[in-house]
């Protein structure tokens, strides 16, 4: 079985998240399970503060390409 150290989150999924319910439960579940296996998570592609502070919101600490308008 692969049990990861990190985890990535593709820009994809995190593009308008805060706009996108469905996303928004899908990202929570899986970053409490990631948290639970102690996997670090990478949201990337981090474009708007809205973004930035949903995923900060739910306790994901690492981030990449942040660009704030």
């Known amino acids: 079985m692969v049990e990861p150290d990190f985890v990535k989150i593709d820009r994809d999924l995190v593009k308008d998240i ?7 439960h899908m990202m929570r579940a899986l ?6 296996q102690n996997v670090h998570i990478i949201a990337e592609g981090i474009e708007t503060e809205s973004e930035w502070s949903f995923f900060k919101y739910i306790r994901c600490s690492l981030f990449s390409r942040i660009l704030f308008s």
């Open 31 to 36: 970053i409490e399970y990631w948290k639970q």
């Open 18 to 24: 805060e706009v996108d319910s469905y996303r928004q």
